[in-house]
């Protein structure tokens, strides 16, 4: 079916309105739409500059967050600006990450990583999730530098280090290993499993094996469920690692 | 530890050392990863002693899916007769699951050492789960014991591999140690052993009662119309009562249920009709299980004869019908029948058969059926049962049917259980929420049924309610 932008005017309109539990059936034309988008590159261009054209003020925040799913959808480099826009905004934050941690644009990361600096608490959180969610591997630095720093933070970000799990990510976490902080510490451990088990994955035995000992060696002293539990995880990922005739 | 089972120990370590050398020497020129590095291997071993269970399952965990390869193996097998019985088992078990037939002369020397009998029985599982048809015999040997060790030998024969495995069990079937040889059918069975079909027919006529009924069981499991001539002799040779009957229903199983069971019911049809008249007697009631046209032909000329015995023979094998097809016959002949206990028969018949789940009528022509059976009976008796079989047509009009019969002290009870029944079933009472809302709102106040109660109060609520299964005997 040919797109019309015109049969989209009333659903549009009745969306810059639109409440939580209110009549949903309206945009049903602006579903279809998206989806029928993905094979037309033009529909797709003039879709999303109409959605992202509802981000900026007078539109209910339920609106925007159905055009935030949306733009997750469809979205491009196009729609980051506006996205961007509500990245330090309590209330938008969360959707916002939404559609720009699944827009498959360099500028999306970018615009993640600039937020990362200078969002607030909760929300810096939020975007660590979000470059880790995307695997980004240019915000290691940046979130490696929050390990040390307040405690939910360095959770987050230890635990975003080990999901993208690059060789600097791993430095990086390895480098971290004299933190203070029992939940970061404890996070910080998980982390460099998983970095481990990325490496075993990889075939690269020796360098997992390495990452295991050492974890091995610092929860040898510890007492707690959660050493007992670190160094368990490093026994089976050292066996596995000596284990060459299977594959991890 | 006794001399010769130390003996015996000595000459497994031998025979390993042997195994392992020409196993080196004969292994083709393969990946470097093929064999198991002895530091994993080391290690592994050191986690299996450990006293933690967390540290030796990982050991375990590692003799299950890694470290490849007969040395490895070797290594883990060589633990066991180094272990206290609880950490024998775990070991067992994790080289049973490994698969390597070279843990099996370690299984066979635990087997032979142990004292503890689910330390045997473990032994035992891993024999059937590594072994061959060499392996028969000890595990023969086996069954003999009280259980686990029985129960585990059994397990082990129906899993053992290779080609000649079913035919020595065939072989004991037949003259192995008596009160062993159902057991052997039942492995057999178990086995899917179709090379042992024709052994299984002679069985089926066999001299001892036992046996012939753990024939009939296994045929049941996968005969088909080649043995449906054989069966019909297992069913003659049968003895009256509890064997005859379960021969009978091993025969219906093979015409009504496996595969070919059109080909088997008009091999059966044949063989009726092939049968001198104290054969067909025995078969008739078969034949009416089985159900079909043919069959029902034969079963028509019975019921008109004017003999009276044979008329009998043509009624009873009707009452036994699986479906509904005879119904009309059974209501004409109910409207024509004088004989109070004949009566009752028919009306049980139909009360049985009108909402049979896999008859040939749709759900509004069984209620009719059985709505039509209700008109006919003249006793409380049968129309209890009719109530409680309605349940089993699962629609909103027969709950309309049951709901008056709620005000009936004398069918109440009935009535109750059959709409509790039909209100289990959330389709139909979600879809029909107030009509179920005032029917068991009725049942509440009419029920002394503490289970109806609970039952009534949960549907109403739109929760679930789970059927309690019933014992295991």
Redesign the interface.
């Given at each position: 079916m040919a797109y019309d932008p015109a049969s989209l005017d009333k659903p549009f309109e009745i969306l810059k309105a639109f409440d939580w539990g209110g009549d949903a059936s309206a945009f049903q034309p602006i579903d279809a739409a998206v989806v029928a988008a993905h094979a037309d590159p033009a529909a797709r261009a003039d879709l999303e500059k109409r959605l992202a054209g509802l981000l900026g003020g007078g539109t209910s925040r339920a609106a925007k967050e159905y055009v935030c799913r949306k733009l997750s959808l469809i979205g491009t480099a196009a729609s980051v600006p506006s996205l961007a826009a509500l990245l330090p905004e309590k209330e938008h934050s969360h959707m916002a990450r939404f559609a720009l941690e699944r827009i498959n644009a360099a500028e999306a990361a970018e615009a993640l990583r600039k937020a990362l600096g200078s969002v607030p608490g909760d929300l810096k959180i939020g975007m660590i999730s979000s470059l880790a969610g995307r695997g980004d591997a240019a915000s290691v630095p940046a979130i490696a530098a929050l390990l040390s720093g307040e405690s939910k933070t360095a959770v987050a970000a230890a635990d975003a280090l080990g999901r993208i799990h690059t060789p600097e990510a791993c430095q990086a976490l390895a480098a971290a290993s004299s933190v203070t902080d029992k939940a970061a510490a404890a996070a910080i451990s998980d982390a460099r499993l998983a970095c481990a088990e990325s490496l075993l994955k990889q075939g690269k035995r020796a360098e997992a094996k390495a990452i295991y000992a050492s974890l091995s060696e610092a929860a040898a002293a510890g007492t707690t469920p959660t050493a007992k539990a670190t160094r368990l995880a490093a026994a089976r990922g050292i066996l596995a690692c000596l284990d060459t005739t299977t594959t991890s | 530890m006794p001399v010769l089972a130390r003996r015996h120990r000595g000459a497994i370590v031998l025979m390993w050392a042997v195994l392992a050398c020409l196993s080196c020497g004969l292994r083709p020129a393969a990946a470097?990863?093929?064999?198991?590095?002895q530091?994993?291997v080391q290690?592994?071993i050191d986690?299996l002693a450990k006293d933690d269970q967390?540290?030796r399952a990982?050991?375990l965990?590692?003799v299950r899916?890694?470290?490849?390869?007969e040395a490895?193996t070797m290594q883990f097998a060589g633990l066991l007769s180094k272990l206290a019985p609880a950490r024998q088992l775990e070991l067992t078990a994790a080289l049973a699951d490994r698969g390597d037939r070279a843990a099996l002369p370690a299984m066979l020397a635990l087997l032979q050492a142990a004292k503890e009998p689910a330390v045997r029985a473990a032994a035992i599982n891993a024999v059937g789960s590594l072994g061959s048809g060499t392996e028969v015999a000890v595990l023969t040997t086996s069954l003999a014991a009280a259980d686990p060790e029985k129960a585990a030998a059994r397990r082990a024969l129906t899993v053992l591999r290779g080609n000649d495995v079913s035919a020595q069990i065939t072989e004991a079937a037949k003259s192995g140690e008596p009160g062993l040889r159902p057991t052997f059918i039942d492995i057999l069975a178990d086995r899917r052993a179709v090379t042992a079909l024709p052994d299984l027919l002679t069985a089926a006529v066999d001299g001892d009662p036992s046996v012939r009924t753990a024939a009939m069981r296994a045929l049941a499991k996968f005969g088909g119309s080649e043995q449906v001539a054989g069966m019909v002799q297992g069913v003659l040779k049968a003895a009256a009562g509890g064997e005859r009957d379960e021969a009978e229903r091993a025969l219906v199983t093979v015409c009504t249920q496996n595969p070919g069971k059109e080909r088997s019911a008009e091999v059966l049809l044949e063989q009726f009709k092939a049968a001198d008249d104290s054969t067909k007697e025995t078969l008739l009631t078969v034949l009416g299980r089985v159900g079909g046209n043919g069959a029902l032909a034969i079963v028509d000329g019975l019921v008109a004869d004017a003999n009276v015995a044979k008329r009998k023979l043509g009624l009873t094998a009707l009452m036994k019908w699986p479906d509904a097809t005879v119904s009309q016959r059974l209501l004409d002949l109910l409207g024509t029948s004088q004989d109070p206990a004949e009566r009752d028969q028919l009306l049980g018949s139909l009360i049985r058969i009108a909402p049979l789940p896999d008859n040939k009528l749709n759900d509004k022509q069984k209620l009719e059926l059985l709505q039509k059976t209700m008109t006919l009976c003249t006793r409380d008796e049968d129309r209890r049962r009719v109530l409680e079989r309605a349940n089993a047509i699962r629609t909103i009009e027969t709950l309309r049917f049951v709901v008056p019969y709620l005000d009936d002290p004398n069918l109440a009870e009935p009535a109750c259980l059959s709409v509790v029944e039909l209100a289990h079933h959330r389709n139909i009472r979600d879809a029909n929420k107030d009509e179920f809302t005032k029917a068991l709102d009725k049942v509440l106040g009419t029920t002394k049924n503490e289970e109806l109660i609970e039952r009534a109060e949960r549907y109403k609520q739109g929760q679930t309610w789970e059927r309690k299964k019933p014992a295991k005997s």
């Amino acid at each position: 079916m040919a797109y019309d932008p015109a049969s989209l005017d009333k659903p549009f309109e009745i969306l810059k309105a639109f409440d939580w539990g209110g009549d949903a059936s309206a945009f049903q034309p602006i579903d279809a739409a998206v989806v029928a988008a993905h094979a037309d590159p033009a529909a797709r261009a003039d879709l999303e500059k109409r959605l992202a054209g509802l981000l900026g003020g007078g539109t209910s925040r339920a609106a925007k967050e159905y055009v935030c799913r949306k733009l997750s959808l469809i979205g491009t480099a196009a729609s980051v600006p506006s996205l961007a826009a509500l990245l330090p905004e309590k209330e938008h934050s969360h959707m916002a990450r939404f559609a720009l941690e699944r827009i498959n644009a360099a500028e999306a990361a970018e615009a993640l990583r600039k937020a990362l600096g200078s969002v607030p608490g909760d929300l810096k959180i939020g975007m660590i999730s979000s470059l880790a969610g995307r695997g980004d591997a240019a915000s290691v630095p940046a979130i490696a530098a929050l390990l040390s720093g307040e405690s939910k933070t360095a959770v987050a970000a230890a635990d975003a280090l080990g999901r993208i799990h690059t060789p600097e990510a791993c430095q990086a976490l390895a480098a971290a290993s004299s933190v203070t902080d029992k939940a970061a510490a404890a996070a910080i451990s998980d982390a460099r499993l998983a970095c481990a088990e990325s490496l075993l994955k990889q075939g690269k035995r020796a360098e997992a094996k390495a990452i295991y000992a050492s974890l091995s060696e610092a929860a040898a002293a510890g007492t707690t469920p959660t050493a007992k539990a670190t160094r368990l995880a490093a026994a089976r990922g050292i066996l596995a690692c000596l284990d060459t005739t299977t594959t991890s | 530890m006794p001399v010769l089972a130390r003996r015996h120990r000595g000459a497994i370590v031998l025979m390993w050392a042997v195994l392992a050398c020409l196993s080196c020497g004969l292994r083709p020129a393969a990946a470097a990863d093929a064999t198991a590095p002895q530091d994993a291997v080391q290690m592994t071993i050191d986690f299996l002693a450990k006293d933690d269970q967390a540290f030796r399952a990982i050991g375990l965990d590692r003799v299950r899916y890694g470290l490849k390869g007969e040395a490895a193996t070797m290594q883990f097998a060589g633990l066991l007769s180094k272990l206290a019985p609880a950490r024998q088992l775990e070991l067992t078990a994790a080289l049973a699951d490994r698969g390597d037939r070279a843990a099996l002369p370690a299984m066979l020397a635990l087997l032979q050492a142990a004292k503890e009998p689910a330390v045997r029985a473990a032994a035992i599982n891993a024999v059937g789960s590594l072994g061959s048809g060499t392996e028969v015999a000890v595990l023969t040997t086996s069954l003999a014991a009280a259980d686990p060790e029985k129960a585990a030998a059994r397990r082990a024969l129906t899993v053992l591999r290779g080609n000649d495995v079913s035919a020595q069990i065939t072989e004991a079937a037949k003259s192995g140690e008596p009160g062993l040889r159902p057991t052997f059918i039942d492995i057999l069975a178990d086995r899917r052993a179709v090379t042992a079909l024709p052994d299984l027919l002679t069985a089926a006529v066999d001299g001892d009662p036992s046996v012939r009924t753990a024939a009939m069981r296994a045929l049941a499991k996968f005969g088909g119309s080649e043995q449906v001539a054989g069966m019909v002799q297992g069913v003659l040779k049968a003895a009256a009562g509890g064997e005859r009957d379960e021969a009978e229903r091993a025969l219906v199983t093979v015409c009504t249920q496996n595969p070919g069971k059109e080909r088997s019911a008009e091999v059966l049809l044949e063989q009726f009709k092939a049968a001198d008249d104290s054969t067909k007697e025995t078969l008739l009631t078969v034949l009416g299980r089985v159900g079909g046209n043919g069959a029902l032909a034969i079963v028509d000329g019975l019921v008109a004869d004017a003999n009276v015995a044979k008329r009998k023979l043509g009624l009873t094998a009707l009452m036994k019908w699986p479906d509904a097809t005879v119904s009309q016959r059974l209501l004409d002949l109910l409207g024509t029948s004088q004989d109070p206990a004949e009566r009752d028969q028919l009306l049980g018949s139909l009360i049985r058969i009108a909402p049979l789940p896999d008859n040939k009528l749709n759900d509004k022509q069984k209620l009719e059926l059985l709505q039509k059976t209700m008109t006919l009976c003249t006793r409380d008796e049968d129309r209890r049962r009719v109530l409680e079989r309605a349940n089993a047509i699962r629609t909103i009009e027969t709950l309309r049917f049951v709901v008056p019969y709620l005000d009936d002290p004398n069918l109440a009870e009935p009535a109750c259980l059959s709409v509790v029944e039909l209100a289990h079933h959330r389709n139909i009472r979600d879809a029909n929420k107030d009509e179920f809302t005032k029917a068991l709102d009725k049942v509440l106040g009419t029920t002394k049924n503490e289970e109806l109660i609970e039952r009534a109060e949960r549907y109403k609520q739109g929760q679930t309610w789970e059927r309690k299964k019933p014992a295991k005997s």
